[in-house]
């Protein structure tokens, strides 16, 4: 059966609004009265109540939707699907209880997150499992829908604390209280639509829970609503009202329409809110503005929506407003307030992104005939993936999308980015300009006055977007508290003026109240393409700023692109200092010189614009840190204001700004939105650019047909690729012994897994693209299935769906001729759904996308290796992926800058470098450029980094998060560094030579690993420094000794900060090796599981997080200086200061940053004196607050102490350590094994050497400190 026989088509759709989200408290002190209005009366001068009895449905005649098991069969599997498996979700864990002491924290603290979770969590759940259980009809949701009705029903009121007013000054829901708030409303309506979907249903577990829900909302909703006249939100006296009238009268009928068994209540009822929503229309502008802003039109047009086709519905098409201009006006207001994208604009409580209801949108647009809105409507739905089952809202909104999608579906989509609306009620003008998209400007100002519901003091403010993508911007609000809504709200610096894009007069910002409004305001448009809005904006100041007018007249300009802001004001003094306000998206340019400010988006640097100032004003700006979370998910966590001050010698005066997308000035700054010296990458990614370029044939993921024959022909003749290619069969073949792949977290993470399957496909895949073998084929075929048929690839741990995506995308493009065209069909569809679109939800991008570690490489080059699979089915996903990659990736590229040091060590050089690597390949394959990846210079000076790191014994110089020795197999990732510079240091031929049953279990970078050996061309090896140096954010020098000497010398020593990401207390520490012993050893790492599972919060930076108590992560476990026996300041930069080279190669590390003041001058020295002496000198001012230092070197030697210094032995040889500056110092040996905590890591043997020196040992004001290792 077709869904639309889920339409009753002898009934009109009714809806109501429910969308459970935190909302206002109208207090009476912003219950201003609108300007006198004509009464309109719509709703009752539509019918008498006489009609209205006649007309109404008997109450089990009206049927909006079908009920359980009636036409739910023609919705489609993957919307079931979607909607099953979130209340599979949920399906028996515990019903969240609510306390007192919850309820209380409203009025204790003003904070109303912790209750509303609770709150909002239960009916999110009821609502999910009904659906369910409509969906599945197999009674397996009962239960849970039983337990979770009763738990509503049985709490003590519906009304939350936030909106408890005076009757719950005690902080707990007053005995005997009767009111309808907003959520109450929402709450019967909820049960109301339960029992209407499920009553049969609910009568097999138990006739009691209907009931329950029918007692429930009698006494909670029906009875107070229909007997109390005193409810603010009723108007009936006097009030004047906002959203929470249609928002809860939408809810009450439903309740109404359901519920009410009586006639003449239900009659009496819907006529009394027919009369609140008039109360509501009569002082609606007339132009259909909602001065609450875009974000509370679902809560003010769409529940105005749902209430009125319900009723339509109910009345049988009698009582229809859809003919009148007003209700036609609130709905079109929605996409004439767009912006691009989720941008809208957002004055008062408004927040600048918004993701109004595709389902009210459309709907709306139906109802009033307007083809733009439903085209709207039907974008918005592709944003929102409804046909995917994403449906959102309550009860009642999911199942009018249900009803609507086959309409939704039919419509040709299409993004409103209207030219222009004027909005003459509510003085509110939008202007967009035409042309290149980056040019493209927008302009939102606004007249008004500060009375306004859910007022801002911004009369006479505007913004400014560029491109789609806010430059000058309004903040919006942020998490609504206690204060928003009480005589404290303007205390609040986002309602203040002086916050907005305003003027501060004196000293003196803007006023509240209907009196502080713009006056004399005049609009005109031309047919030239400019457009004209002034207003005089001085009534919006107190007297006590001294103004008699200041006049702002905007000049939007479309044919250049442009807005003239020009500024004519009257003082009542002479030199009245002014200061204009700007607030900014993105950190400004100033350039006072030229009277000149360069603004850019923060998210989006090619949105740029110029905006000029006016001469002799001087112009400043200040960051302001976001630390509120709802401001957070829309701008970050920074914001800044520019601040523009001036003053006029006259009484009079005049200035103007012009704020351009065309200026000269931005043609450098687009062209590198990075600053001086970061990497640019080539991005010309567009679904144009995707179409043009993209290889169509397959394979063209690291492989292509001509990289395919070139490795099918080395296979025939390089030793190194058929040795490597036999290791890769062998591991083919026990992985055919093992059982397929299940999720299985572990701790927070399938990475594991995710790993496994990369490692699996790119094998697999190999082998059959040159065998063909059909039993490797069948195995790719199934794991496929397997992981693709997982519920999620766990975007909370983001890295599992990068490297999962890695791995399907791979497999897909080697194999996917060959696999089941439904294999195909599901691998694709978990590519975008568990890949690619959860990649976009801020809740899990906002660290890595423009991150600057390994994080950065990895989840880029899974989503890019996805998008190009994807890429004929999705060509605008996969474009915006491949152009957002391209512009995030060199935030973690500069890290390599100057020199190539990976800031966090050589392990995770091999992850992050190895998917820079895998991502440069598949580009260069799929579209024959790596679009810069392989010319930046840094990046591919880190393959030096590599090798030095990699001491004679085999270890790591292992600082940071590293591991400890490397692979005996040769490094796959350094083979690609070979074949693209030719240097034959970076190939290890003897490595991928040895037998390849002993090279045991690969890398899963071995697959592209072999098409980069085929690609390997002979060679000479470069020469590796004997002493090198490398700055960034983690400066290391490493000295050797000569291979001829054999005496195997090793120094790695570093500088640096312990908040770089993986990064230690260890800034000064070194490792030391001679004769392929390692003397001086780092602890380095230690598996994060093991600690994480016990609660230990590893991955808190701040100066006593708990990080830093264990032995490798703070000083104590390094071989460095600690004084005060103080941990080291983890902000504290360490840098090289003196490097030198030559027979007796030396480096300085300047450590005074690391001892947070202790000593103003720090520094320590390492000197090469032979190949078998090192020198450590330690340089230091003595300072007052200096009480002892303590020389520090953890070794796993076994230590004899003698006078002066000590003997190290281990394997048969021996290391003396020796105190030039101090011999008669006491050297202590302090066993680390075990360890001194039980989470630290146990490494045998392990111990620290340390001299304490107490600070009246040094006579002088500056002091050293001098040892040396040397061989024996």
Same mark, same amino acid.
């Given at each position: 059966?077709?869904?639309?026989?889920?339409?009753?088509?002898?009934?009109?759709?009714?809806?109501?609004?429910?969308?459970?989200?935190?909302?206002?408290?109208?207090?009476?002190?912003?219950?201003?009265?609108?300007?006198?209005?004509?009464?309109?009366?719509?709703?009752?001068?539509?019918?008498?109540?006489?009609?209205?009895?006649?007309?109404?449905?008997?109450?089990?005649?009206?049927?909006?939707?079908?009920?359980?098991?009636?036409?739910?069969?023609?919705?489609?599997?993957?919307?079931?699907?979607?909607?099953?498996?979130?209340?599979?979700?949920?399906?028996?864990?515990?019903?969240?209880?609510?306390?007192?002491?919850?309820?209380?924290?409203?009025?204790?603290?003003?904070?109303?997150?912790?209750?509303?979770?609770?709150?909002?969590?239960?009916?999110?759940?009821?609502?999910?499992?009904?659906?369910?259980?409509?969906?599945?009809?197999?009674?397996?949701?009962?239960?849970?829908?039983?337990?979770?009705?009763?738990?509503?029903?049985?709490?003590?009121?519906?009304?939350?604390?936030?909106?408890?007013?005076?009757?719950?000054?005690?902080?707990?829901?007053?005995? !005997?209280?009767?009111?309808?708030?907003?959520?109450?409303?929402?709450?019967?309506?909820?049960?109301?639509?339960?029992?209407?979907?499920?009553?049969?249903?609910?009568?097999?577990?138990?006739?009691?829970?209907?009931?329950?829900?029918?007692?429930?909302?009698?006494?909670?909703?029906?009875?107070?609503?229909?007997?109390?006249?005193?409810?603010?939100?009723?108007?009936?006296?006097?009030?004047?009202?906002?959203?929470?009238?249609?928002?809860?009268?939408?809810?009450?009928?439903?309740?109404?329409?359901?519920?009410?068994?009586?006639?003449?209540?239900?009659?009496?009822?819907?006529?009394?809110?027919?009369?609140?929503?008039?109360?509501?229309?009569?002082?609606?502008?007339?132009?259909?503005?909602?001065?609450?802003?875009?974000?509370?039109?679902?809560?003010?047009?769409?529940?105005?929506?749902?209430?009125?086709?319900?009723?339509?519905?109910?009345?049988?098409?009698?009582?229809?407003?859809?003919?009148?201009?007003?209700?036609?006006?609130?709905?079109?207001?929605?996409?004439?307030?767009?912006?691009?994208?989720?941008?809208?604009?957002?004055?008062?409580?408004?927040?600048?992104?918004?993701?109004?209801?595709?389902?009210?949108?459309?709907?709306?647009?139906?109802?009033?005939?307007?083809?733009?809105?439903?085209?709207?409507?039907?974008?918005?739905?592709?944003?929102?993936?409804?046909?995917?089952?994403?449906?959102?809202?309550?009860?009642?909104?999911?199942?009018?999308?249900?009803?609507?999608?086959?309409?939704?579906?039919?419509?040709?989509?299409?993004?409103?980015?209207?030219?222009?609306?004027?909005?003459?009620?509510?003085?509110?003008?939008?202007?967009?300009?035409?042309?290149?998209?980056?040019?493209?400007?927008?302009?939102?100002?606004?007249?008004?006055?500060?009375?306004?519901?859910?007022?801002?003091?911004?009369?006479?403010?505007?913004?400014?977007?560029?491109?789609?993508?806010?430059?000058?911007?309004?903040?919006?609000?942020?998490?609504?508290?206690?204060?928003?809504?009480?005589?404290?709200?303007?205390?609040?610096?986002?309602?203040?003026?002086?916050?907005?894009?305003?003027?501060?007069?004196?000293?003196?910002?803007?006023?509240?109240?209907?009196?502080?409004?713009?006056?004399?305001?005049?609009?005109?448009?031309?047919?030239?393409?400019?457009?004209?809005?002034?207003?005089?904006?001085?009534?919006?100041?107190?007297?006590?700023?001294?103004?008699?007018?200041?006049?702002?007249?905007?000049?939007?300009?479309?044919?250049?692109?442009?807005?003239?802001?020009?500024?004519?004001?009257?003082?009542?003094?002479?030199?009245?200092?002014?200061?204009?306000?700007?607030?900014?998206?993105?950190?400004?340019?100033?350039?006072?010189?030229?009277?000149?400010?360069?603004?850019? &988006?923060?998210?989006?640097?090619?949105?740029?614009?110029?905006?000029?100032?006016?001469?002799?004003?001087?112009?400043?700006?200040?960051?302001?840190?976001?630390?509120?979370?709802?401001?957070?998910?829309?701008?970050?966590?920074?914001?800044?204001?520019?601040?523009?001050?001036?003053?006029?010698?006259?009484?009079?005066?005049?200035?103007?700004?012009?704020?351009?997308?065309?200026?000269?000035?931005?043609?450098?700054?687009?062209?590198?939105?990075?600053?001086?010296?970061?990497?640019?990458?080539?991005?010309?990614?567009?679904?144009?650019?995707?179409?043009?370029?993209?290889?169509?044939?397959?394979?063209?993921?690291?492989?292509?047909?001509?990289?395919?024959?070139?490795?099918?022909?080395?296979?025939?003749?390089?030793?190194?690729?058929?040795?490597?290619?036999?290791?890769?069969?062998?591991?083919?073949?026990?992985?055919?012994?093992?059982?397929?792949?299940?999720?299985?977290?572990?701790?927070?993470?399938?990475?594991?897994?995710?790993?496994?399957?990369?490692?699996?496909?790119?094998?697999?895949?190999?082998?059959?693209?040159?065998?063909?073998?059909?039993?490797?084929?069948?195995?790719?075929?199934?794991?496929?299935?397997?992981?693709?048929?997982?519920?999620?690839?766990?975007?909370?741990?983001?890295?599992?769906?990068?490297?999962?995506?890695?791995?399907?995308?791979?497999?897909?493009?080697?194999?996917?001729?060959?696999?089941?065209?439904?294999?195909?069909?599901?691998?694709?569809?978990?590519?975008?759904?568990?890949?690619?679109?959860?990649?976009?939800?801020?809740?899990? &991008?906002?660290?890595?996308?423009?991150?600057?570690?390994?994080?950065?490489?990895?989840?880029?080059?899974?989503?890019?290796?996805?998008?190009?699979?994807?890429?004929?089915?999705?060509?605008?996903?996969?474009?915006?992926?491949?152009?957002?990659?391209?512009?995030?990736?060199?935030?973690?590229?500069?890290?390599?800058?100057?020199?190539?040091?990976?800031?966090?060590?050589?392990?995770?050089?091999?992850?992050?470098?190895?998917?820079?690597?895998?991502?440069?390949?598949?580009?260069?394959?799929?579209?024959?450029?790596?679009?810069?990846?392989?010319?930046?210079?840094?990046?591919?000076?880190?393959?030096?980094?590599?090798?030095?790191?990699?001491?004679?014994?085999?270890?790591?110089?292992?600082?940071?998060?590293?591991?400890?020795?490397?692979?005996?197999?040769?490094?796959?990732?350094?083979?690609?560094?070979?074949?693209?510079?030719?240097?034959?240091?970076?190939?290890?031929?003897?490595?991928?030579?040895?037998?390849?049953?002993?090279?045991?279990?690969?890398?899963?970078?071995?697959?592209? !690993?072999?098409?980069?050996?085929?690609?390997?061309?002979?060679?000479?090896?470069?020469?590796?420094?004997?002493?090198?140096?490398?700055?960034?954010?983690?400066?290391?020098?490493?000295?050797?000794?000569?291979?001829?000497?054999?005496?195997?010398?090793?120094?790695?020593?570093?500088?640096?900060? !312990?908040?770089?990401?993986?990064?230690?207390?260890?800034?000064?520490?070194?490792?030391?090796?001679?004769?392929?012993?390692?003397?001086?050893?780092?602890?380095?790492?230690?598996?994060?599981?093991?600690?994480?599972?016990?609660?230990?919060?590893?991955?808190?930076?701040?100066?006593?997080?708990?990080?830093?108590?264990?032995?490798?992560?703070?000083?104590?476990?390094?071989?460095?200086?600690?004084?005060?026996?103080?941990?080291?300041?983890?902000?504290?930069?360490?840098?090289?200061?003196?490097?030198?080279?030559?027979?007796?190669?030396?480096?300085?590390?300047?450590?005074?940053?690391?001892?947070?003041?202790?000593?103003?001058?720090?520094?320590?020295?390492?000197?090469?004196?032979?190949?078998?002496?090192?020198?450590?000198?330690?340089?230091?001012?003595?300072?007052?607050?200096?009480?002892?230092?303590?020389?520090?070197?953890?070794?796993?030697?076994?230590?004899?102490?003698?006078?002066?210094?000590?003997?190290?032995?281990?394997?048969?040889?021996?290391?003396?350590?020796?105190?030039?500056?101090?011999?008669?110092?006491?050297?202590?040996?302090?066993?680390?094994?075990?360890?001194?905590?039980?989470?630290?890591?146990?490494?045998?043997?392990?111990?620290?050497?340390?001299?304490?020196?107490?600070?009246?040992?040094?006579?002088?004001?500056?002091?050293?400190?001098?040892?040396?290792?040397?061989?024996?």
């Amino acid at each position: 059966m077709h869904l639309s026989c889920f339409f009753y088509r002898q009934v009109r759709k009714p809806i109501f609004a429910v969308r459970q989200i935190a909302c206002l408290m109208m207090l009476l002190f912003l219950c201003f009265r609108m300007p006198a209005q004509q009464k309109r009366a719509l709703l009752q001068s539509a019918c008498t109540p006489e009609q209205l009895t006649q007309w109404l449905l008997p109450q089990g005649a009206w049927q909006p939707f079908p009920r359980w098991g009636e036409n739910w069969q023609g919705i489609s599997q993957e919307v079931k699907q979607q909607q099953i498996e979130l209340a599979e979700a949920q399906l028996g864990q515990p019903i969240p209880q609510i306390t007192a002491t919850t309820l209380l924290d409203f009025s204790r603290t003003g904070n109303r997150a912790r209750n509303e979770a609770l709150y909002f969590g239960r009916r999110n759940r009821l609502a999910q499992a009904v659906v369910a259980e409509c969906m599945e009809g197999q009674g397996r949701f009962m239960d849970e829908i039983a337990d979770l009705i009763w738990a509503i029903c049985e709490e003590s009121w519906w009304v939350i604390p936030a909106h408890y007013g005076q009757a719950g000054k005690a902080g707990l829901p007053p005995s !005997g209280a009767e009111y309808v708030d907003l959520f109450a409303a929402e709450t019967g309506a909820l049960l109301a639509w339960t029992h209407y979907l499920l009553a049969a249903r609910l009568d097999e577990v138990s006739p009691v829970l209907n009931q329950k829900i029918l007692e429930a909302i009698e006494q909670r909703i029906l009875r107070p609503a229909l007997q109390h006249d005193d409810f603010w939100w009723m108007g009936l006296q006097g009030q004047s009202l906002n959203n929470w009238t249609p928002w809860i009268c939408s809810n009450w009928l439903a309740c109404v329409l359901i519920a009410e068994k009586e006639p003449e209540k239900r009659q009496a009822a819907i006529y009394k809110m027919m009369g609140c929503v008039d109360r509501f229309l009569d002082p609606y502008p007339a132009d259909g503005g909602c001065d609450e802003g875009p974000g509370y039109w679902g809560r003010a047009g769409a529940s105005l929506y749902e209430f009125l086709e319900m009723l339509e519905s109910a009345t049988q098409g009698r009582v229809s407003l859809w003919e009148q201009p007003l209700i036609q006006n609130m709905g079109s207001y929605i996409y004439k307030a767009h912006i691009g994208e989720d941008y809208y604009i957002n004055f008062a409580d408004a927040s600048a992104v918004s993701k109004p209801s595709a389902t009210m949108v459309f709907g709306y647009g139906q109802k009033i005939g307007d083809s733009t809105m439903m085209a709207f409507g039907s974008w918005l739905a592709e944003r929102q993936e409804l046909a995917a089952g994403q449906l959102g809202g309550n009860l009642s909104r999911k199942l009018m999308a249900l009803q609507k999608l086959p309409a939704i579906q039919a419509t040709q989509p299409r993004e409103a980015r209207l030219e222009e609306s004027w909005f003459p009620q509510l003085q509110l003008l939008l202007c967009r300009s035409k042309g290149k998209a980056q040019e493209e400007l927008f302009l939102a100002a606004k007249g008004g006055h500060n009375a306004e519901s859910h007022n801002h003091n911004d009369v006479g403010s505007f913004m400014l977007y560029a491109g789609g993508k806010p430059l000058l911007i309004d903040v919006g609000v942020e998490t609504y508290t206690r204060k928003t809504f009480s005589p404290q709200r303007y205390e609040i610096w986002t309602m203040q003026s002086q916050y907005h894009n305003l003027p501060t007069i004196n000293g003196v910002m803007q006023a509240p109240g209907e009196d502080y409004k713009a006056q004399n305001l005049q609009y005109q448009q031309t047919t030239s393409g400019r457009s004209t809005f002034s207003l005089d904006i001085a009534p919006a100041y107190p007297d006590s700023a001294g103004l008699s007018s200041w006049v702002r007249t905007f000049t939007f300009d479309r044919r250049k692109n442009q807005v003239m802001l020009e500024e004519s004001y009257r003082f009542e003094r002479k030199n009245t200092p002014f200061t204009l306000s700007f607030m900014v998206a993105g950190k400004p340019l100033i350039h006072q010189d030229l009277q000149l400010i360069l603004l850019r &988006n923060q998210q989006d640097k090619r949105a740029v614009m110029a905006m000029s100032f006016p001469k002799g004003m001087k112009a400043e700006y200040e960051p302001i840190a976001i630390e509120d979370s709802r401001l957070q998910s829309v701008w970050g966590d920074t914001l800044f204001r520019i601040l523009l001050t001036g003053s006029s010698p006259r009484l009079s005066g005049s200035h103007r700004f012009v704020y351009s997308t065309t200026h000269p000035a931005l043609e450098d700054l687009t062209l590198n939105p990075y600053p001086a010296g970061w990497p640019v990458l080539q991005n010309p990614m567009s679904v144009s650019y995707l179409r043009r370029h993209l290889r169509r044939e397959h394979p063209r993921l690291i492989l292509n047909p001509r990289l395919e024959q070139q490795l099918k022909a080395k296979l025939q003749t390089e030793p190194v690729v058929q040795n490597y290619y036999a290791a890769i069969r062998l591991n083919a073949d026990d992985i055919l012994e093992q059982e397929l792949l299940e999720r299985k977290l572990i701790g927070r993470r399938l990475l594991p897994t995710s790993r496994e399957m990369l490692y699996l496909m790119g094998v697999l895949s190999m082998v059959y693209r040159i065998e063909k073998d059909p039993r490797i084929l069948a195995r790719i075929d199934r794991e496929i299935q397997a992981v693709c048929d997982f519920s999620d690839w766990n975007p909370s741990h983001f890295l599992d769906v990068a490297e999962m995506s890695m791995a399907v995308a791979l497999a897909l493009d080697w194999a996917g001729e060959a696999l089941p065209p439904a294999t195909v069909e599901l691998a694709m569809n978990a590519l975008i759904e568990k890949g690619l679109k959860p990649s976009y939800n801020p809740k899990v &991008n906002s660290g890595w996308v423009k991150g600057h570690n390994n994080w950065n490489q990895v989840c880029h080059g899974g989503m890019m290796a996805a998008a190009i699979t994807v890429a004929e089915r999705a060509p605008e996903l996969a474009a915006q992926t491949l152009e957002r990659a391209l512009e995030g990736m060199p935030y973690a590229l500069k890290e390599y800058a100057p020199d190539g040091v990976y800031p966090e060590g050589s392990t995770y050089w091999g992850y992050g470098t190895g998917y820079t690597v895998l991502t440069a390949a598949l580009l260069q394959s799929a579209f024959g450029s790596d679009f810069g990846l392989s010319a930046y210079g840094p990046f591919m000076a880190s393959a030096d980094f590599r090798l030095l790191s990699i001491a004679p014994s085999g270890w790591y110089y292992n600082f940071a998060d590293c591991g400890d020795k490397r692979s005996p197999n040769g490094d796959i990732t350094l083979a690609w560094f070979a074949a693209q510079t030719g240097n034959a240091a970076y190939f290890e031929r003897e490595r991928f030579l040895r037998p390849p049953a002993e090279m045991g279990k690969l890398s899963r970078f071995s697959a592209p !690993g072999l098409v980069w050996l085929a690609q390997v061309a002979d060679g000479e090896p470069a020469d590796l420094p004997l002493a090198y140096q490398g700055g960034g954010a983690n400066p290391i020098a490493i000295f050797q000794s000569s291979p001829e000497t054999n005496t195997q010398f090793y120094l790695g020593a570093k500088g640096g900060r !312990g908040s770089v990401n993986h990064g230690n207390m260890d800034a000064g520490s070194f490792v030391f090796e001679l004769e392929g012993i390692r003397w001086v050893v780092d602890p380095g790492n230690q598996n994060y599981h093991a600690l994480e599972k016990t609660g230990f919060d590893l991955w808190k930076r701040c100066q006593n997080c708990q990080r830093w108590t264990l032995l490798t992560k703070n000083n104590f476990g390094h071989s460095t200086l600690t004084f005060n026996d103080a941990l080291h300041a983890v902000d504290g930069f360490a840098p090289i200061v003196d490097f030198r080279a030559g027979s007796q190669p030396r480096v300085t590390f300047d450590l005074s940053a690391v001892f947070g003041g202790d000593s103003s001058k720090v520094l320590r020295t390492f000197v090469k004196e032979s190949d078998r002496s090192l020198l450590i000198e330690d340089e230091f001012e003595v300072s007052d607050s200096l009480r002892q230092i303590t020389w520090q070197l953890m070794t796993t030697a076994e230590v004899e102490l003698l006078p002066g210094g000590a003997i190290l032995r281990q394997g048969g040889k021996s290391l003396r350590l020796s105190n030039l500056s101090h011999p008669a110092m006491h050297i202590s040996v302090i066993s680390l094994d075990p360890p001194p905590l039980l989470l630290d890591r146990r490494i045998q043997g392990l111990k620290r050497i340390e001299i304490r020196f107490p600070a009246y040992v040094f006579e002088g004001e500056r002091e050293k400190i001098r040892l040396r290792l040397s061989g024996e």
